[in-house]
């Protein structure tokens, strides 16, 4: 069953976790929050802005509370900390400055030892105890699931593991529950089929989903997941995005380009797609490199007065 009557979906900006943290060249705790700057400018109000992990695993989140201490005080916006387990979870509330918890729990055994030194179960029953521990300090807490549609290292991922986790999850009564797919492998019918599952199973609890572009059908995978009833989308400025702990994982989808589609297919998401251009070119200038987007790399459509006069002459 599709659902096309929602006209509008929320976005959660992850670029200055996901989209940075595979990055080789550190970006300056000034350039991240300027990033921030630049997407709540451009509409964004969520964003995951760090992770509490350990900085030797990742180093460019070594920043972490740096970051937190830069942060805009806006009271209409949410900024979302990841957290591994109970101490990341204390660095982040110690900040005083994160809104929200970000708890991951992997599909599989092997991709969960590698990601955080334990088991799919474990990491279900950590994800738990944080959502817990976030309540107890005042946050909310939200809870994804990573290699929903596929791991790196033991291949297809179950669909009935995916919505035994999403049960198991949602006991914790988090704010909502992500499928992620973090090495890029989902297609369009699996994720309308699991989103749909998934649903059913922890519904009225709202469905995120996480979309990495590795091998293309990201866009393709944001749109049916939409479909199917996905009320929260997470993308990354420019595409940037990648795992360290999946060997060959790509960008995210790009927050531009998932704005783009949404709003010409008349779905709103609150983002100003110029100002996410320009934040896109600037954020190029930092990374020294065009990023994976599209819809930067073309001309605006439809065509600005201004750029037409300018193109003509
Ligand atoms: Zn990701």
Same mark, same amino acid.
């Given at each position: 069953?599709?659902?096309?009557?929602?006209?509008?979906?929320?976005?959660?900006?992850?670029?200055?976790?996901?989209?940075?943290q595979?990055?080789?060249?550190?970006?300056?705790?000034?350039?991240?929050?300027?990033?921030? #700057?630049? @997407?709540?400018?451009?509409?964004?109000?969520?964003?995951?802005?760090a992770s509490f992990v350990n900085p030797r695993a990742v180093p460019q989140m070594a920043d972490a509370e740096?970051?937190?201490? /830069?942060?805009?005080?806006?009271?209409?916006?949410?900024?979302?900390?990841l957290v591994m387990n109970r101490r990341g979870?204390?660095r982040?509330?110690?900040?005083?400055?994160?809104?929200?918890? /970000?708890?991951? @729990?992997?599909?599989?055994?092997?991709?969960?030892?590698a990601n955080q030194g334990?088991?799919?179960?474990?990491?279900?029953?950590?994800?738990?105890?944080?959502?817990?521990?976030?309540? @107890?300090?005042?946050?909310?807490?939200?809870?994804?699931? @990573?290699?929903?549609?596929?791991?790196?290292?033991?291949?297809?991922?179950?669909? #009935?593991?995916?919505?035994?986790?999403?049960?198991?999850?949602?006991?914790?009564?988090?704010?909502?529950?992500?499928?992620?797919?973090?090495?890029?492998?989902? #297609?369009?019918?699996?994720?309308?089929?699991?989103?749909?599952? $998934?649903?059913?199973?922890?519904?009225?609890?709202?469905?995120?989903?996480?979309?990495?572009?590795?091998?293309?059908? /990201?866009?393709?995978?944001?749109?049916?997941?939409?479909?199917?009833?996905?009320?929260? $989308?997470?993308?990354?400025?420019? /595409?940037?995005?990648?795992?360290p702990f999946?060997?060959?994982?790509?960008?995210?989808?790009?927050?531009? #380009? $998932?704005?783009?589609?949404?709003?010409?297919?008349?779905?709103?998401?609150?983002?100003?797609?110029?100002?996410?251009?320009?934040?896109?070119?600037?954020?190029?200038?930092?990374?020294?490199?065009?990023?994976?987007?599209?819809?930067?790399?073309?001309?605006?459509?439809?065509?600005?007065?201004?750029?037409?006069?300018?193109?003509?002459?």
């Open positions: 069953m599709t659902n096309l009557c929602t006209n509008s979906i929320e976005m959660v900006e992850v670029g200055p976790r996901d989209g940075l595979n990055e080789a060249r550190l970006v300056s705790t000034a350039d991240k929050l300027e990033l921030i #700057d630049r @997407s709540l400018a451009a509409g964004a109000r969520r964003i995951e802005v740096a970051v937190c201490v /830069g942060l805009p005080r806006r009271g209409d916006v949410t900024y979302v900390g979870a204390e982040a509330v110690a900040t005083g400055r994160i809104d929200q918890l /970000g708890t991951v @729990s992997v599909a599989t055994d092997q991709f969960a030892m334990q088991t799919s179960d474990g990491s279900v029953e950590i994800a738990r105890e944080i959502v817990a521990f976030g309540r @107890s300090v005042g946050l909310s807490a939200q809870c994804t699931i @990573s290699a929903a549609f596929g791991c790196p290292f033991e291949g297809e991922v179950g669909e #009935d593991r995916v919505i035994a986790m999403a049960a198991a999850l949602a006991l914790a009564d988090p704010i909502e529950i992500a499928l992620a797919d973090t090495i890029g492998v989902a #297609d369009p019918a699996h994720v309308h089929r699991l989103v749909t599952r $998934v649903i059913e199973v922890i519904a009225p609890i709202p469905v995120r989903v996480h979309f990495h572009n590795t091998r293309g059908t /990201g866009l393709a995978n944001v749109w049916a997941a939409v479909q199917a009833g996905a009320r929260i $989308v997470d993308a990354s400025l420019g /595409g940037l995005g990648g795992c999946a060997p060959g994982a790509a960008g995210n989808v790009a927050t531009e #380009d $998932v704005v783009y589609m949404l709003g010409r297919a008349g779905i709103a998401t609150g983002f100003d797609l110029a100002l996410l251009i320009e934040a896109n070119h600037w954020l190029a200038g930092v990374m020294g490199k065009q990023l994976p987007a599209m819809v930067a790399k073309a001309r605006s459509f439809p065509p600005q007065p201004k750029q037409h006069k300018r193109e003509v002459a």
